[in-house]
């Protein structure tokens, strides 16, 4: 229950704090003095969207605060709105989202104002409210309905994706196979056109690299000097020198070893050049083919705007698909195999929470029945119509509408043409009464319960509020004197004006008071005796 509320520099109220206790809390007040404010204040501090508009004229920003208990646990929520545009959000001194923040109140404080007797009346609501009964029970097969119904719909995506490619595939299979073919032909590998460029260039230089490659090996070998000694002899003479007499100094013997690993290097360079001049022995035929095939690739290569590893990807590519053309029928079968086997499930599930929901739909026929029968809706009949849809949906494939009938011998009908809007409201309070005892709300506020009824009518729900009022603790906002007699703590809020800015305070009432506030309400003066005496019988009938 909430214990306490504090408000500071939010619409019109300056600064505003108040303690309310258990049982039924009635607020009163003149229009237009701050009843919707006050309630406007509790909903953002418990979660609703805020605005810069909330903060009141000259304030940097508007605070509010709420203390109670949740399960006998302390608890302090509270919400700062700064005037710039944001907002900080706190439950027991900590920062939480609205997100977390709206899910701790959700089965804690239950606001309802009058936008909630509009919702009754759409039937699309209505499968919502019937399974909110119990909900323990219906949440988690719902949840696994849910499941059931996202597989179901991924698997029947994936199958019609498919087809969709068949199609597809099926206009572009010629292509496929035409470009398979092209680039198969062609007989790529990766880093060719490099390949074969410096190919090319050696082959277009060869005149001049064969006297180089050539004179390098004479000098390395020798054969450009008859009879004389190679260049590696030499190397090797004197690699063999140094190593005789290398016992006697480390530094020649060190000598000695680089003589040989130059010796060695030099002797590989010219195995090298060896082979290099019996590899460039290039014939105009062979410079021809070279560069045809260059061209070839060349063309490729603009044709598809690709380098030659990335034609080989799409090569490679055009293959996967025309493997998957081929494996469609087995492709097809396999996901609609799936497809179905995802849907059974969603059946069974989808029956299995239609049954549940019927059961807890007669219990919430019969609970309503009892409800309404409090409310002095006599001879009154309600049901819950549950029909089935064509289609299976996250919820299952029931419709379900709320019927009414409230005079004798009339027939049932949907509630959004028979019910007035003090009928309403009442229809309303009896769902909040049966819903908020399964979901263990502890604080229920109502904002304007009365619309549309007066008399008699407003007693029966003022004694349905304080009935409601002896299990969780009720917040009432009225205008009736009716509800407000019924009130374990009253307090009536008030706006002054001073210096052209308004003013919202709110006051507890002592019995005194209370009875005054009554009169008032009845008459608009609290001065009348007559309606002085009205109001002290009415508040003893009430038994308060």
């Not at 920062?95 to 009058?114: K, P």
């Not at 996901?335 to 599930?349: F, I, N, P, R």
Request: proline fraction near 1%; charged fraction near 30%; hydrophobic fraction near 35%.
């Amino acid at each position: 229950m909430i214990d306490r509320i504090e408000i500071d520099n939010f619409a019109t109220i300056e600064h505003l704090s108040f303690d309310l206790g258990a049982g039924l809390n009635v607020i009163t007040g003149e229009t237009g003095a701050g009843k919707s404010v006050l309630i406007t204040a509790i909903s953002t501090v418990l979660g609703d969207r805020a605005d810069t508009s909330m903060v009141r004229t000259g304030s940097g920003k508007a605070f509010i605060q709420i203390a109670g208990t949740r399960n006998d646990e302390e608890v302090v929520i509270s919400r700062e709105i700064l005037a710039g545009g944001k907002s900080v959000s706190k439950l027991n001194g900590e920062m939480v989202t609205l997100g977390q923040l709206r899910s701790f109140c959700r089965d804690w404080i239950d606001i309802h104002g009058q936008y909630d007797n509009q919702q009754i009346l759409d039937p699309e609501n209505h499968i919502h409210i019937t399974d909110s009964y119990h909900s323990d029970v219906l949440s988690p097969e719902l949840e696994k309905l849910r499941t059931c119904y996202e597989e179901y719909k991924a698997a029947q995506k994936e199958y019609e994706d498919l087809l969709k490619a068949e199609a597809n595939a099926a206009q572009q299979q010629d292509y496929y196979r035409f470009e398979y073919k092209y680039i198969s032909d062609l007989n790529l590998y990766a880093g060719e056109d490099e390949e074969l460029q410096n190919r090319l260039e050696m082959m277009k230089n060869s005149s001049r690299i064969f006297q180089s490659v050539r004179s390098s090996y004479d000098i390395l070998q020798g054969t450009g000097y008859e009879g004389g000694p190679s260049l590696l002899d030499e190397l090797s003479r004197v690699a063999s020198d140094l190593s005789d007499i290398g016992n006697y100094s480390d530094q020649i013997s060190s000598m000695a070893s680089q003589a040989y690993d130059a010796y060695y290097s030099l002797d590989d360079i010219s195995s090298g050049l060896r082979e290099l001049l019996s590899s460039l022995n290039f014939s105009e035929q062979d410079m021809d083919e070279v560069s045809g095939r260059l061209a070839v690739i060349e063309d490729a290569k603009r044709k598809y705007r690709k380098s030659v590893e990335e034609i080989i990807e799409f090569r490679d590519e055009l293959r996967s698909r025309l493997e998957m053309m081929q494996n469609f029928d087995s492709e097809k079968k396999k996901l609609a195999d799936t497809a179905h086997k995802k849907y059974s499930a969603l059946e069974v599930q989808a029956e299995h929470v239609s049954e549940l929901r019927h059961v807890i739909a007669s219990r919430l026929e019969s609970a309503i029945i009892k409800e309404l029968n409090d409310l002095e809706f006599a001879n009154s009949e309600f049901s819950i119509d549950i029909s089935k849809l064509d289609e299976i949906g996250p919820l299952g494939f029931d419709k379900v509408e709320f019927l009414i009938s409230t005079n004798p011998g009339d027939p049932l009908m949907p509630l959004t043409k028979i019910a007035s809007g003090g009928e309403i409201s009442r229809i309303m309070l009896a769902f909040k009464d049966i819903i908020g005892e399964t979901d263990r709300v502890e604080t229920m506020i109502f904002d304007e319960i009365d619309t549309g009824i007066s008399g008699h009518t407003a007693l029966v729900v003022g004694r349905k509020l304080s009935g409601i009022a002896e299990h969780r603790q009720i917040i009432s906002v009225t205008h009736l004197p009716q509800i407000a007699a019924y009130g374990d703590n009253n307090y009536l809020i008030s706006k002054s004006i001073d210096n052209e800015k308004s003013y919202t305070s709110i006051d507890h009432l002592d019995d005194e008071s209370k009875v005054r506030m009554i009169a008032t309400l009845f008459s608009g003066s609290s001065d009348s005796e007559n309606a002085l005496e009205a109001a002290r019988e009415l508040i003893i009938s009430a038994g308060k």
